[in-house]
């Protein structure tokens, strides 16, 4: 056995020194007044363990330097430890021994006796007793509360352990008690062992407890947050669990797993360009990945959605017989033999050519011609599909390219929904009422359709919400308006016009005949054997209730005197007999006429001259009235003219001054008289320059006291020299004219080339006069054939024989000699 000495130190005589067995222990400090169970395996050990328990119980316990040493040595053991008493020792199955010590002192290691059985060792026991001084019991107190504040803090230390360490008084027995509950490492509290003044010890324990704090405050406020952080979320997930176990517990599956997969399959099946492929995949991968709780899943969905839904290459095969196609469109629209033979061409080209891009048609007319329903016609005849979206009101760009995904609600727009809707690539896509959109500060949607209806663009249409570009190049667009200066000249120039003028009375009649008379007898629950129409009753309506370029007003009138018919079909029951309904019926049933016909005015009138407007709802009848009263030289001009219109009645003025000689008129007569201009109508607005002769007739027709004729309509653009200028809207203009009754129309010469596009039966109904100066307006249009000759032979003696003071306007103008 190896003998471990060490010299001797001072008051030797006075220490108490013991021999003690050793107890080494590993990876814990035992300090005095602390009760540990420890577990013992090695050999060496319980035999000191052995060896305590035949005598006093009493044995030294001291941490070892290197925790993993099985077998140490006495240089590998501190040299301060703890005399402890073993309470309890138990031997267990396996050989080791489970012993319960407790500490009592410090005690230090003056000499290893020997190593073998087991470690034996002089060691000196301390003598912790010490006087309490009042700094001493200052740090007492003071440990006391921050050791409150400790436990507080750390839920680990039972609340009654705050008890018990506030009842010690003793500074070296506090701070050993509050040192077992501190999270040291070994270095730290095998050097607080080794620390043998008291309240030494004391500050440096409440030094590290003020740190332990700290920490426990950082953590504490670090799990609050945490907390607050975690608590939706873990809420969320508990609940899905539960919901999960609820659904496999019932057997069900898990719908939105079931969902991703069915959104995954539909995408292997769909055909669409690799861009589109791409941006559903990173979607649907991105998908998986969120909570099916939350609104972005919702979104994401909903974005996939469309792309599974839009009918990316899915074209429906269009009807190549043309003859097939001709009938189906002549059986639902009488007439209108231009966009006719326009969808007849395409069709034609689409026979022989594989690939075509779809026109881009604009039906310019009148309300009631048939524009929206011959859209639906177009689709019928090629065999397509038809989606309608009417633009009339809309001011907002997005609701042609869609809004941004950024936007709660958000939506593609009207052009990629409505081929959603239509389930094909190649529809027929009608824009109805295109020249009723606006704009504000949401942007123009005239605009927006300018990349939607270029055939060059329309195949990278990229729509903000789906923002991949898709291909419009075969959809086939068809847009509708009532007037074409609405339309934006850009937008204009994309598209293919195609003008529907006013039908005519004798295609009012046909269509009421074929079309009309058998839907209203359907929709008011009568047939043939109940009510008949005869020709002269329709033309009496057309006539006398109805003055229009389509044929709305018509179906009314012929649904209101169905539906008289029909009450009485229903008071006679079973005695109802066949109602004929005849030109004096139709006075019975709708009542007094609210149109004049034959004529537009019933006789020949001083300065009242007739001319002829195109507006929205087709030609229209436009009588102009000029007075003349004594004055001092005014023009007024009333009627809510437009400022082209009354630049007209100027240039018609200045033309009439001009000719002031000609016309038998004194130099000076502008001077002495005012002339008072008024259109008719006057709430209704009125603009352009195709008055402008109408104007200069009238005008002379009231200083001259020469009446116009009254079967006479006249249109066409004066200059200040007289020249008589082309305009627009001619076949309107003439269609009005016949409706009106008029017999005779003036036209500018260089409007002749228009008339190719004129019905034989109109031409052949009107005298038309063409001219090209004022100079040969004036003897069509005034009943006072006498001047107007001579005016168009340039005679100017008349200057002498209707040169009559203006005061005296009721006398009547000679007849120049040698004229018949």
Not at 74 to 91: K, S
Request: hydrophobic share 40%; with cysteine.
């Amino acid at each position: 056995m190896g003998i471990f000495r060490s010299d001797d130190g001072p008051g030797e005589a006075d220490a108490d020194i013991r021999v003690l067995p050793l107890l080494p222990l590993r990876d814990i400090v035992v300090f005095p007044h602390m009760v540990v169970p420890l577990f013992v395996g090695r050999a060496r050990s319980i035999k000191a363990l052995e060896d305590a328990m035949e005598n006093d119980r009493e044995l030294l316990l001291c941490a070892q330097r290197e925790a993993g040493d099985d077998e140490p040595t006495a240089e590998e053991i501190h040299q301060v430890g703890t005399l402890g008493t073993i309470i309890q020792l138990l031997r267990l199955p396996d050989g080791t021994v489970k012993v319960l010590v407790e500490g009592k002192t410090r005690a230090r290691i003056r000499r290893f006796e020997r190593d073998e059985p087991f470690f034996t060792c002089e060691a000196e026991i301390a003598d912790e007793t010490g006087e309490a001084s009042a700094e001493a019991q200052a740090v007492v107190r003071t440990v006391h509360s921050g050791f409150e504040t400790f436990v507080k803090l750390n839920k680990k230390v039972p609340p009654e352990t705050l008890n018990t360490v506030t009842a010690i008084e003793e500074p070296g027995r506090l701070a050993d008690t509050v040192v077992g509950h501190l999270s040291l490492k070994l270095p730290e509290r095998q050097e607080l062992l080794e620390s043998f003044e008291p309240g030494k010890r004391l500050e440096e324990v409440y030094a590290r407890m003020q740190a332990e704090i700290e920490v426990l405050s950082v953590e504490r406020k670090i799990r609050g947050r945490v907390k607050k952080q975690m608590e939706r979320s873990q809420k969320e997930y508990y609940l899905n669990e539960q919901m999960r176990a609820i659904q496999k517990e019932l057997g069900e599956r898990d719908e939105f797993k079931n969902e991703v997969d069915e959104l995954e399959d539909a995408l292997a099946k769909k055909n669409m360009p690799d861009e589109a492929r791409g941006r559903c995949e990173k979607e649907i991968k991105k998908l998986k990945m969120m909570s099916p709780m939350s609104a972005e899943a919702t979104v994401v969905r909903n974005y996939v959605d469309w792309f599974l839904t839009l009918p990316w290459d899915e074209y429906k095969e269009e009807r190549h017989d043309l003859a097939e196609a001709e009938a189906v469109l002549d059986a639902d629209h009488f007439g209108l033999d231009k966009p006719k033979d326009r969808i007849l061409e395409y069709l034609a080209v689409q026979a022989l050519v594989e690939k075509m891009k779809g026109p881009i048609l604009c039906l310019v007319g009148p309300p009631g011609v048939g524009k929206t329903s011959l859209g639906r016609s177009i689709a019928r005849a090629t065999d397509r599909d038809f989606v309608r979206v009417s633009l009339g009101g809309v001011r907002d760009e997005a609701e042609i390219r869609g809004h941004r995904r950024t936007y709660i609600g958000a939506l593609p727009g009207k052009i990629l929904q409505g081929l959603k809707k239509a389930g094909s690539g190649n529809p027929v896509f009608l824009l109805d009422e295109v020249d009723k959109m606006s704009m504000d500060f949401r942007g123009d949607p005239s605009a927006a359709l300018l990349e939607v209806l270029d055939p060059e663009q329309n195949h990278t249409f990229n729509d903000h919400y789906m923002d991949v570009d898709y291909d419009l190049s075969r959809v086939m667009f068809v847009c509708t308006a009532n007037v074409l200066h609405q339309i934006p000249r850009p937008l204009q120039d994309r598209m293919e016009i195609i003008q529907l003028p006013g039908y005519i009375e004798s295609e009012t009649l046909q269509i009421a005949r074929h079309f009309l008379i058998p839907k209203v007898r359907e929709q008011n629950g009568l047939n043939e054997s109940l009510i008949q129409f005869s020709d002269a009753a329709l033309l009496e309506i057309i006539r006398h209730h109805t003055r229009e370029s389509g044929v709305r007003n018509l179906e009314r009138e012929l649904a209101s005197v169905c539906r008289k018919v029909a009450r009485d079909v229903v008071k006679a029951g079973d005695a109802a007999k066949l109602t004929r309904i005849t030109p004096a019926k139709v006075k019975k049933l709708l009542g007094v006429a609210k149109y004049r016909f034959g004529k537009a005015e019933s006789e020949d009138r001083v300065g009242v001259c007739t001319g002829l407007a195109y507006t929205e709802v087709g030609g229209e009848l436009l009588q102009t009235e000029v007075s003349v009263t004594p004055g001092k030289g005014k023009l007024q001009i009333t009627g809510r003219l437009g400022d082209v219109m009354q630049e007209s009645a100027s240039a018609a003025m200045s033309y009439v001054r001009s000719r002031a000689k000609q016309l038998g008129l004194t130099r000076d007569f502008y001077s002495k008289v005012d002339i008072h201009i008024h259109v008719p109508e006057g709430a209704t607005p009125k603009d352009g320059p195709s008055a402008g002769i109408t104007l200069a007739t009238a005008i002379t027709s009231a200083l001259t006291r020469v009446p116009v004729r009254a079967n006479v309509a006249m249109t066409g653009e004066i200059t200040l020299r007289g020249r008589v200028l082309p305009i627009g809207g001619l076949k309107e203009k003439m269609i009005a004219a016949l409706r009106g009754g008029i017999d005779t129309l003036i036209i500018p010469r260089e409007n002749r080339k228009d008339l190719v596009e004129i019905p034989a039966h109109v031409k052949r109904s009107l005298t038309i006069i063409e001219a090209d100066h004022m100079d040969e307006v004036l003897p069509a249009a005034l009943s006072h054939s006498d001047l107007g000759a001579h005016l168009q032979q340039g005679d100017h003696s008349l200057d002498e024989i209707y040169e009559v003071p203006l005061a005296d306007p009721g006398r009547e103008l000679p007849s120049p000699a040698g004229v018949n």
